[in-house]
């Protein structure tokens, strides 16, 4: 299995301004994948991101509101940029690794908008 | 579209008991996996059981199985022995073999002492 360390693990942040999260993986991946999962609710999927290439987003996602970085494959940002209150959720990374095709999570981020 | 059913948002089990959580499925494909997650309230994600979907026999992980019935696209989470620890958020999860993965909207397990 892989672990999966997100910084920070809680934010509070004013409207307006932006927050970037960062996702370190213990081993290399290929895939690395972006949640979100609001309060009570289950997660989705905002965008994937592959290592020398653009992240691929879901609908309703889109890049200048949610820019990701992949610099290598045991690395990744989501920045959720001018925040409003409605962005208040938990950011989850995730990881594809292993035979079965699991998906690993790392701990997530849970940030507050004000 | 794949998409995944959880019918039971909330379920309560006495400790000792067992339980069965409920999901199904909808995919054209024949070649998958399937999987239960819990979410306990520190909210990380940890992987419980998975299934393939060209395996006929059930999974079985200590005190979780699952009852896979292909052709019905139905995947249940049997808990025996319930145990204080197990109350949390339980997603059934749907991948393809280079998809992402697709999730339930969750049921809420609460066990009881």
């Known amino acids: 299995s892989a672990v999966i360390s997100q910084k920070p693990s809680r934010d509070i942040c004013q409207r307006g301004t932006s927050l970037t999260i960062q996702c370190q993986v213990d081993s290399q991946v290929t895939m690395m994948f972006w949640y979100r999962q609001q309060p009570g609710q289950s997660l989705t999927l905002i965008a994937t991101a592959n290592q020398g290439s653009e992240a691929t987003y879901e609908s309703g996602f889109v890049i200048d509101k949610f820019p990701i970085s992949r610099p290598n494959l045991t690395f990744s940002t989501l920045t959720v940029s001018n925040m409003s209150p409605e962005d208040s959720s938990i950011y989850l990374c995730s990881v594809s690794s292993g035979t079965y095709n699991e998906q690993f999570f790392g701990p997530g981020t849970r940030l507050t908008v004000l | 579209a794949q998409t995944v059913t959880q019918s039971q948002p909330e379920m309560s089990v006495q400790e000792a008991e067992t339980v069965t959580l409920s999901c199904t499925y909808d995919t054209s494909e024949s070649d998958y996996y399937l999987f239960w997650y819990k979410q306990p309230p520190s909210r990380q994600m940890i992987l419980v059981i998975r299934?393939?979907?060209?395996?006929?026999q059930n999974a079985t992980e200590n005190r979780f199985s699952v009852n896979f019935q292909k052709a019905a696209k139905s995947f249940s989470l049997k808990i025996s022995d319930s145990q204080l620890g197990d109350a949390a958020m339980y997603f059934c999860?749907?991948?393809?073999?280079?998809?992402?993965?697709?999730f339930g909207a969750g049921t809420r397990l609460t066990v009881k002492p």
């Open positions: 299934q393939e979907a060209y395996k006929q």
């Open positions: 999860a749907y991948r393809r073999t280079t998809s992402d993965m697709r």
